[in-house]
């Protein structure tokens, strides 16, 4: 339910405001965060974040974009912290909405076996490109089909706990999750399709749906869905395992199942069962960093007594390469959806995407990204919309992203 996550909030956040008071703030509160102006030459196709089956954050004519987002951290003692994240910018309801909200114990200073665990509202540990505040990466503005995908749909509303072990050879970190809240996870893939944006949703946030899409089931043209409620009282979960070899490699394995019922729902939400496999693999040899993800997996609906499921598959190889203050970066996307059943492939899509990008960074203040984006993709979707079975898309931005 929504109250829940207001609830799960105010716990998180009286505590969190509470404590501070005890505290001297200078040296147990911690805030940092960027600024972002951007200048974007989109494509033309409007936007799927306004109802359009634009495939980017920006589309038609929209040619500036802005944002602002916040971290604060509070040192409660020296293993436990609370966070909370905030982005403000002009599509969001209210401008301002939070990304996450924890509360984390880290006992990383327990010698060879060490653990750690997270309760509240954030992003899960899945990505190896994703890792800067508000779910951003550090070698492109735009993330792969991937992570896009993961940080619209998904977000870990319970705990989250991990357990690591080092020893001559490496690390290795063994990963598990309990989540509720998350049952319309699926409603994107199946009836959008992959994107690459770098806007992950807010907690109270409720998404467009494409119009095309409503208009085939003759649905209001203006439907939206909720993201992150609890539909059908059933847990979640996600286990998962990394092996990190110092200078060498790191390696990930993830299972998620949000355990929803296809068949629930209620008066505005359709719960869906959505599960998948995700591999990651990182290397850096010198100045170079490579990464590849593959992501495999699976969603389903029932309404009416009909089942209406669709296969989804992703992966992605980056590369990126420091040269003093400049960075440039290349990555590959290959991306595709089948609904399973169909009489027709108004569902299914196939895809690919080339990024490139060059970041300068000589002030720890300031960073300039100049990103191309180019998009083949062919979904059958488009034909009823009239815009034909392929689509070629091209964007370009240049971004100011200013740090404190």
Same mark, same amino acid.
């Given at each position: 339910?929504? #109250?829940?996550?207001?609830?799960?909030?105010?716990?998180?956040?009286?505590?969190?405001?509470?404590?501070?008071?005890?505290?001297? /703030?200078?040296?147990?509160?911690?805030?940092?965060?960027?600024?972002?102006?951007?200048?974007?030459?989109?494509?033309?196709?409007?936007?799927?974040?306004?109802?359009?089956?634009?495939?980017?954050?920006?589309?038609?004519?929209? *040619?500036?974009?802005?944002?602002?987002?916040?971290?604060?951290?509070?040192?409660?003692?020296?293993?436990?912290?609370?966070?909370?994240?905030?982005?403000?910018?002009?599509?969001?309801?209210?401008?301002?909405?939070?990304?996450?909200?924890?509360?984390?114990?880290?006992?990383?200073?327990?010698?060879?076996?060490?653990?750690?665990?997270?309760?509240?509202?954030?992003?899960?540990?899945?990505?190896?490109?994703?890792?800067? /505040?508000?779910?951003?990466?550090?070698?492109?503005?735009?993330?792969?089909?991937?992570?896009?995908?993961?940080?619209?749909?998904?977000?870990?509303?319970?705990?989250?706990?991990?357990?690591?072990?080092?020893?001559?050879?490496?690390?290795?970190?063994?990963?598990?999750?309990?989540?509720?809240? $998350?049952?319309?996870?699926?409603?994107?893939?199946?009836?959008?399709?992959?994107?690459?944006?770098?806007?992950?949703?807010?907690?109270?946030?409720?998404?467009?749906?494409? !119009?095309?899409?409503? =208009?085939?089931?003759?649905?209001?043209?203006?439907?939206?869905?909720?993201?992150?409620?609890?539909?059908?009282?059933?847990?979640?979960?996600?286990?998962?395992?990394?092996?990190?070899?110092?200078?060498?490699? =790191?390696?990930?394995?993830?299972?998620?199942?949000?355990?929803?019922?296809?068949?629930?729902?209620? !008066?505005?939400? $359709?719960?869906?069962?959505?599960?998948?496999? #995700?591999?990651?693999?990182?290397?850096?040899?010198?100045?170079?960093?490579?990464?590849?993800?593959?992501?495999?997996?699976?969603?389903?609906?029932?309404? #009416?007594? +009909?089942?209406?499921?669709?296969?989804?598959? #992703?992966?992605?190889?980056?590369?990126? %390469?420091?040269?003093?203050?400049?960075?440039?970066?290349?990555?590959?996307?290959?991306?595709?959806?089948?609904?399973?059943?169909?009489?027709?492939? /108004?569902?299914?899509?196939?895809? $690919? !995407?080339?990024?490139?990008?060059?970041?300068?960074?000589?002030?720890?203040?300031?960073?300039?990204?100049?990103?191309? +984006?180019?998009? *083949?993709?062919?979904?059958?979707? %488009?034909?009823?919309?009239?815009?034909?079975?392929?689509?070629?898309?091209?964007?370009?931005?240049?971004?100011?992203?200013?740090?404190?």
């Amino acid at each position: 339910m929504r #109250s829940g996550l207001v609830l799960l909030a105010m716990l998180l956040v009286v505590p969190f405001a509470t404590t501070a008071q005890a505290l001297d /703030i200078s040296d147990d509160l911690t805030i940092t965060g960027y600024a972002d102006l951007r200048a974007v030459a989109p494509t033309g196709q409007e936007s799927w974040l306004d109802g359009g089956l634009g495939k980017f954050r920006y589309g038609g004519g929209q *040619n500036v974009g802005a944002e602002g987002v916040a971290q604060a951290e509070l040192r409660l003692d020296d293993v436990l912290h609370a966070v909370t994240v905030l982005r403000a910018e002009p599509q969001t309801p209210g401008v301002v909405d939070a990304l996450e909200t924890y509360l984390r114990y880290d006992d990383s200073d327990g010698g060879d076996l060490a653990w750690s665990v997270k309760g509240g509202a954030f992003f899960p540990t899945i990505s190896l490109e994703n890792d800067d /505040i508000g779910w951003t990466s550090p070698y492109t503005l735009t993330p792969s089909a991937i992570n896009s995908w993961i940080g619209d749909e998904l977000r870990t509303i319970g705990s989250e706990g991990t357990l690591r072990w080092k020893n001559e050879l490496g690390t290795l970190s063994l990963i598990g999750a309990l989540t509720c809240c $998350n049952d319309e996870a699926g409603v994107l893939m199946a009836d959008r399709g992959w994107s690459m944006d770098d806007r992950p949703m807010g907690l109270f946030e409720r998404v467009r749906l494409p !119009a095309a899409t409503l =208009k085939i089931f003759h649905a209001p043209s203006y439907g939206r869905t909720g993201m992150f409620d609890e539909i059908d009282g059933q847990v979640g979960w996600y286990l998962g395992a990394t092996w990190q070899m110092p200078g060498i490699v =790191k390696l990930s394995v993830t299972r998620y199942d949000n355990q929803g019922e296809p068949e629930a729902a209620t !008066a505005r939400d $359709n719960a869906w069962r959505t599960k998948f496999w #995700s591999f990651g693999a990182r290397t850096q040899v010198g100045s170079l960093v490579l990464i590849a993800q593959h992501l495999t997996g699976y969603t389903e609906i029932e309404f #009416s007594g +009909i089942e209406s499921a669709t296969k989804f598959q #992703s992966g992605f190889l980056l590369g990126s %390469y420091d040269i003093d203050d400049w960075r440039i970066s290349l990555r590959e996307d290959l991306f595709q959806t089948r609904r399973v059943g169909a009489l027709n492939n /108004i569902w299914s899509e196939d895809g $690919n !995407a080339t990024t490139g990008a060059i970041s300068w960074s000589a002030y720890p203040w300031l960073r300039l990204t100049g990103e191309v +984006i180019k998009m *083949n993709s062919q979904r059958g979707e %488009y034909v009823p919309a009239g815009l034909g079975l392929n689509r070629n898309d091209l964007q370009v931005q240049f971004d100011s992203r200013f740090f404190f």
